[in-house]
């Protein structure tokens, strides 16, 4: 299945793309998603999700596929498999930026493939779903952003700190341990589910008043 989905961050394209690019910078902003290790354009990590009572954690590698500077767009390649299961999940990203004065609008469409218990909730939950956790990872990565800017000191103005090898060391990041989707789904499948309860209603509501207008028979 195909998802599009698109969000804004408060800085520039150029300043976007540069953090777009920061696999470690923006992992911890995306809910669930704990990010282990990092080699060049791969990296590698798990995501944990709660569907009601059921706990699933996906373990899976993801790469930079393209990367086009001059049209800031970038392709990503990821796939994972449940920990705990025999579910899989496949997806490509892909993300372009678009300049809007001080902000960049961000479009991203996911080409989707999921096997295993999730796959029961069909297109229309899942576009809800990813859409409110899209809504999550915006809002994270825009307080991110507004909260550590990365500038270029004025002259005369000490840069940042640097405190040494131990500074750059490879660390694991996270998000929120574990993001609800039956939570953030649970008012897209109430929504799906009116029209067909309110028809009922009406449906029932009809033939209780021709039961009530029904003549008597007299003997």
């Avoid at 049209?71 to 994972?80: L, N, T």
């Amino acid at each position: 299945m195909e998802l599009e989905n698109r969000f804004t961050v408060p800085v520039g394209v150029d300043e976007a793309w540069k953090v777009l690019l920061d696999v470690e910078r923006i992992a911890p902003c995306m809910p669930g998603a704990v990010l282990e290790s990092v080699d060049g354009d791969g990296f590698a990590g798990k995501v944990k999700v709660r569907l009601g009572p059921m706990s699933l954690t996906y373990r899976g590698k993801a790469s930079f596929t393209e990367k086009d500077e001059r049209a800031h767009r970038a392709v990503i390649a990821a796939s994972g498999r449940e920990a705990k299961g025999a579910g899989t999940a496949k997806a490509t990203i892909t993300a372009a930026l678009e300049e809007r004065g001080a902000e960049t609008l961000v479009r991203v469409r996911t080409d989707l493939a999921i096997t295993g218990r999730p796959a029961q909730f069909g297109r229309g939950i899942l576009e809800e779903v990813a859409g409110s956790l899209i809504g999550q990872f915006a809002d994270a990565l825009a307080a991110e952003v507004s909260a550590s800017p990365q500038s270029t000191p004025a002259p005369g103005e000490a840069g940042p700190v640097d405190a040494g090898p131990a500074a750059h060391a490879p660390a694991a990041t996270t998000g929120p341990a574990e993001v609800n989707l039956m939570k953030a789904a649970a008012w897209p499948i109430v929504r799906r589910a009116l029209p067909p309860l309110a028809a009922m209603l009406l449906v029932l509501a009809w033939m209780a008043h021709r039961r009530n207008r029904r003549p008597e028979r007299t003997a």
